[in-house]
């Protein structure tokens, strides 16, 4: 499962279901948690968490997480459509 994190756009979200691949939105669910929070809700059972935040790379490693995953992404906002 792939968890959103809040400053994710809809439509990446969207495109992802729509690809059949499980995604929690956190702007959706739950909104303004911290990002400890949703390290901590992506270990049981591990998740991978996509971000635009650099922050939960060091996060993660910082908590020493070993079952959780970080994607970041990186892009400029005319290339969301390829993403």
Request: net charge negative.
């Amino acid at each position: 499962m792939i968890i959103a994190d809040e400053n994710i756009p809809l439509a990446v979200i969207e495109k992802l279901r729509l690809s059949h691949v499980e995604t929690y939105s956190i702007f959706e669910n739950k909104r303004g948690i911290s990002d400890k929070e949703i390290i901590d809700f992506a270990q049981h059972p591990p998740k991978i968490i996509l971000t635009e935040d650099k922050d939960f790379g060091d996060l993660v490693f910082a908590y020493d997480q070993k079952k959780v995953s970080v994607i970041l992404l990186r892009y400029h906002y005319s290339d969301l459509e390829r993403i």
